[in-house]
């Protein structure tokens, strides 16, 4: 049997048994679950910045955001509040369709923040 040790999306195991397989699961406890959503944001993550073409790299990061969005609800929030946050930020400090690269300040203290 092959150990894998990682969430996967809810349908993963009906998946497997729709194959004629088995597959042993457990239910994560809330600081697992954070841990285990973390490491998934980061192997999705790895997987975006590995891949070549504009299909592949959309699907990994849809794949980001249902991590994201799984995220926001262990943090209190959820995807309307999330946008909501997103959206005033760009409101206040813009986006990132200039494709603006700060090379440097000069003077004191210059709080530049993502």
């Not at 490491?39 to 070549?52: G, I, S, T, V, W």
């Not at 813009?94 to 300040?105: E, P, S």
Request: charged residues 35%; glycine residues 6%.
């Amino acid at each position: 049997m092959t150990e894998y040790f990682k969430l996967v999306r809810d349908g993963i195991p009906a998946l497997i048994a729709s194959q004629g397989k088995t597959c042993a699961t457990r239910i994560l406890d809330t600081e697992e679950y954070i841990e285990a959503l973390r490491a998934k944001l980061r192997e999705e993550a790895e997987e975006y910045f590995r891949e070549e073409q504009d299909d592949h790299a959309l699907e990994e990061l849809a794949d980001m955001l249902e991590v994201i969005q799984a995220l926001a609800v262990i943090h209190g929030g959820d995807s309307e509040r999330l946008e909501a946050i997103r959206a005033e930020k760009a409101e206040r400090r813009g986006g990132f369709k200039d494709r603006i690269l700060l090379l440097q300040t000069e003077g004191a203290a210059a709080d530049v923040q993502k």
